[in-house]
């Protein structure tokens, strides 16, 4: 059970790069959750998913893009790289039975835009 | 959107000494969560409160659901080198069905001199 995994771990990009944040879970959990941590800040919902096919605007979505074709995928896309969205990167996963219940997170990833 | 104030925002301790931390907000939570964060990982789950005026522990730590719901507190009792890392109170909102859409507060820096 590897629980959440995320990939890249590292990443740079110039300004007006693309790319996509990979993040896989494998506990058949029914919600999933993109954060982004800025130093000082905490963590800030950007986007988030109740199911397959499911998603909604978190806090701080502006910039980013989300599907959910599976129950176990739930991938962050980045269309035009900003320095603004130098931050690090957590996917969260929980079963959304019950109140509440636990978010599990990924390790991160450590994304900086030159 | 909501906000949770932490505080202290670091602490400096010798191995040993207690440690008290908290978390206050202008609005009502329902349910208040306490994370840890090591280095270069995500958060982790350390203690979860559901009623106001609960007190739960778990090991050396203690953790508190404030009365009026807008606030709470951690204690860890005795700190040891591997308590190092980054506190995070988090709460979920008296609104319905929130789909576990946790606001964070900035967190804590705690370092243990041995």
């Known amino acids: 059970n590897a629980g959440v995994t995320q990939t890249p771990k590292f990443r740079i990009l110039k300004i007006g790069q693309s790319m996509t944040l990979q993040c896989t879970q494998d506990?058949?959990?029914?919600?999933m959750y993109w954060y982004r941590q800025d130093p000082g800040m905490g963590l800030k919902l950007i986007y988030y998913?109740?199911?397959?096919?499911?998603?909604d605007k978190g806090e701080v979505p502006n910039g980013y893009n989300v599907s959910r074709s599976t129950t176990e995928d739930f991938p962050l896309r980045l269309e035009l790289a900003a320095p603004s969205q130098t931050s690090v990167y957590f996917c969260?996963?929980?079963?959304?039975?019950?109140?509440?219940?636990?978010?599990?997170f990924g390790p991160g990833t450590r994304l900086t835009v030159l | 959107g909501q906000q949770l104030n932490q505080s202290p925002q670091s602490m400096f301790i010798q191995e040993g000494e207690d440690v008290s931390m908290n978390c206050t907000s202008s609005?009502?939570?329902?349910?208040w969560l306490w994370y840890k964060q090591d280095p270069g990982e995500g958060p982790v789950l350390l203690i979860a409160?559901?009623?106001?005026?609960e007190l739960t522990s778990n090991g050396r730590l203690t953790a508190q659901f404030g009365i009026t719901r807008k606030d709470s507190f951690l204690n860890i009792s005795a700190s040891i080198p591997s308590d190092v890392g980054i506190y995070f109170c988090?709460?979920?909102?008296?609104?319905?069905?929130?789909?576990?859409?946790?606001?964070f507060g900035q967190g804590t820096i705690l370092t243990v001199h041995p």
């Open positions: 969260a996963s929980s079963y959304g039975t019950g109140i509440p219940d636990t978010q599990y």
């Open positions: 409160l559901y009623k106001a005026g």
């Open positions: 506990m058949n959990h029914n919600y």
């Open positions: 988090a709460g979920l909102p008296f609104l319905g069905t929130s789909y576990g859409k946790l606001t």
């Open positions: 609005s009502i939570f329902n349910t």
């Open positions: 998913s109740v199911g397959a096919g499911i998603t």
